[in-house]
């Protein structure tokens, strides 16, 4: 089968267009089908009423917004990967920064950036200060 050229393709659209609209005469001459009513227009109003106007009331806080802020997860003490599983739990991510001479076992949590009960973007990155070395 050759292919079918842009043309050829539109002749036959415009072929079965054209079978369609003859088939849809007939069927109205022969009384099958009724054609659509025509819609009557309405008139437009000349007048607009405004309605009641609105004055907004002032804005209450009622602190961070909860939905999509959350206060930063208090890991301090724990192992780093216990750490890193609770605020990927909570909805953070975090970033592990060694710190050396803090006097705590290795890999324990020492503090965080943001410091915790921070509130913070949900999905913000904490960067987590773990022991590590001497």
Sequence with gaps: MPPLSVKGFFGGIAAIATAIGAVYALLLTLGVLQPAPTPTPQPLPSVVTPGPVV???PVVSTGPDTLTTRAVTNVIGMDLSEAEARLRG????SDPVPQKGS??????????????????????????????GE
């Design 55 to 57: 004055t907004p009331g």
């Design 90 to 93: 909570d909805g953070f991510s």
């Design 103 to 132: 006097g705590q076992p290795t890999f324990q949590v020492v503090r965080t950036d943001p410091p915790i009960g921070t509130q913070v973007p949900k999905g913000s990155r904490i960067i987590v200060f773990f022991a590590f």
